[in-house]
């Protein structure tokens, strides 16, 4: 197979068609649940380094313990304030070493030292500091959670999305196997952030030479229009109000894997959608803070916990009756065919 077209990786630029990861043959369609662990805030309020908590960390035991019963090992990306919290390590850190979970690294620069920059929203997309200074945040808060976990770091997400043109030669000369950053179907621009607008669903190769690939998040258009999706819901994004009618005339919706915001019978068509498109691999997401009531806009009661674990049930029971099976990040390296 080619080389990309560039001798210099960077997760913005959209892959060539040689680029596309091939698995092994008897790797089929599976799936992984990705974690975002991170610290508790107020999503509404400006950010800053100091104002959060994790009080919500023990609550991921139970979410393990689920999983553990399912058979799905779920893929914890920590942050710094997290790695920094004994809590979490004790919580987790049989399972990992028994590989029943899997730790990779999440990104918040506002919250990671060095605390060299300004904290404002441009900042909070770590690709958008100087090379040196989202190098040094990096490769800090991955000696961190390694020293907290015990184990080398395959993985990574940057903290709301937000690689830039330096991300992939800094997880490059790190030997991160997977960047899971790129949310396609979203555009963060308007904020300072990445369009993710047009990129691919299917896993590609970022850097081949040195086993960097990027795993996507799964967001799929349904509805009668939904081969139009990507020329039409961007075009809408000044009326919010006909995105939201075509989504309940069932016209046009985007869907994001998660519980967050998405009900589970969207989530189901959402699955029919990625099995019809044939993506190899559906990646899930949720945020931590959401394991505790009130933290996050998603789960305000103890009401609000039940479906959220009610919601899970419905997607692994779906995604077995559909012979899709849970994998993880070792086995997604190992099935990749370079």
Not at 138 to 153: H, N, P, S, W, Y
Not at 307 to 324: K, Q, T
Request: proline residues 8%; hydrophobic residues 40%; aromatic residues 10%.
């Amino acid at each position: 197979m080619s080389e990309s077209t560039s001798s210099v990786p960077c997760i913005l630029r959209q892959p060539g068609p040689d680029d596309f990861v091939r698995f092994a043959p008897d790797f089929g369609t599976r799936f992984v649940v990705t974690v975002d662990t991170e610290e508790e805030f107020d999503w509404t309020k400006p950010l800053d380094r100091t104002s959060h908590g994790l009080d919500h960390l023990p609550r991921l035991a139970k979410f393990q313990q689920f999983c553990e019963g399912l058979g799905v090992i779920p893929i914890y990306l920590v942050d710094f304030p997290v790695a920094s919290d004994p809590r979490a390590a004790e919580v987790l850190r049989d399972a990992v070493n028994a590989g029943r979970a899997e730790i990779g690294v999440q990104l918040h620069p506002w919250v990671s030292p060095p605390h060299d920059e300004v904290v404002n929203v441009h900042n909070s997309f770590a690709g958008n500091l100087p090379r040196e200074l989202e190098r040094a945040k990096f490769r800090k808060l991955r000696d961190t959670i390694e020293q907290a976990f015990g184990v080398g770091l395959t993985i990574y997400r940057a903290g709301r999305y937000g690689v830039g043109p330096n991300t992939a030669e800094i997880l490059s000369e790190c030997a991160i196997g997977i960047d899971t950053s790129v949310r396609s179907r979203f555009d963060y621009s308007s904020t300072g952030g990445p369009n993710f607008r047009d990129h691919p669903l299917h896993p590609w190769w970022i850097d081949r030479r040195n086993g960097l690939m990027e795993m996507p998040l799964t967001t799929v258009f349904a509805g009668t229009l939904r081969n139009y999706g990507p020329a039409l819901y961007p075009a809408m994004w000044r009326v919010p109000r006909l995105r939201g009618a075509l989504a309940r005339l069932r016209l046009l919706d985007r869907i994001p894997l998660t519980p967050e915001g998405v009900t589970l019978d969207e989530a189901l068509t959402g699955i029919d959608m990625a099995l019809e498109d044939r993506l190899p691999l559906l990646v899930f997401s949720f945020h931590s803070p959401s394991l505790r009531p009130g933290l996050t806009p998603y789960v305000r009661s103890e009401d609000d916990l039940d479906r959220f674990y009610d919601w899970w049930r419905g997607i692994f029971a779906y995604l077995a009756h559909n012979s899709v099976r849970p994998t993880c990040v070792r086995e997604i390296i190992t099935a990749a065919e370079v």
